[in-house]
C-alpha cells in the first residue's frame, strides 16, 4: 500500500504564498500520476493540478498563471506552490497519486485558508 502525508497549508492573507508538499511512501512502483485537489465547503472536489511522470502538466483555470505543481521522483514527492492567493482558494487540498493497474490513492488534505 502507498502512503501520502501532506505538509505546508495554513492561514495566510490574500496575496501570499503557500507551498503544499505530499510525499508518498510504501508500496511504489512509479507513480505515474501525482495531483492536487481541493474541496471547499459546500462544494464537489475538483482538480487544481496534475503532473505525470514525465513532466507533463494540467491545471485547473483557476490556478493557471498562480500556482506551480512539481515532482521529485526519486522522492516520490509533490509540490503545489501557490502564488497571489485568493480568498476563494480557501479550501482543504488532498493530494492524489496513481500507479497504473494499481489506482489511486488520496492523502488525508490539508486546511488552506485565505484572508481578505
Known amino acids: 500500500q502507498v502512503q501520502l502525508v501532506e505538509s505546508g497549508g495554513g492561514l495566510v492573507q490574500a496575496g501570499g504564498s503557500l507551498r503544499l508538499s505530499c510525499a508518498a511512501s510504501?508500496?511504489?512502483?512509479?507513480?505515474?500520476?501525482m495531483g492536487w485537489y481541493r474541496q471547499a465547503p459546500g462544494k464537489q472536489r475538483e482538480l487544481v493540478a496534475v503532473i505525470i511522470y514525465g513532466g507533463s502538466t494540467k491545471y485547473a483555470d483557476s490556478a493557471k498563471g498562480r500556482f506551480t505543481i512539481s515532482r521529485d521522483n526519486a522522492k516520490n514527492t509533490v509540490y503545489l506552490q501557490m502564488n497571489s492567493l485568493k480568498p476563494e482558494d480557501t479550501a482543504v487540498y488532498y493530494c492524489?497519486?496513481?500507479?497504473?493497474?494499481?489506482?489511486?490513492?488520496w492523502g488525508q488534505g490539508t486546511q488552506v485558508t485565505v484572508s481578505s
Open positions: 492524489n497519486v496513481v500507479q497504473l493497474g494499481l489506482g489511486d490513492v
Open positions: 510504501g508500496s511504489i512502483f512509479r507513480l505515474n500520476a
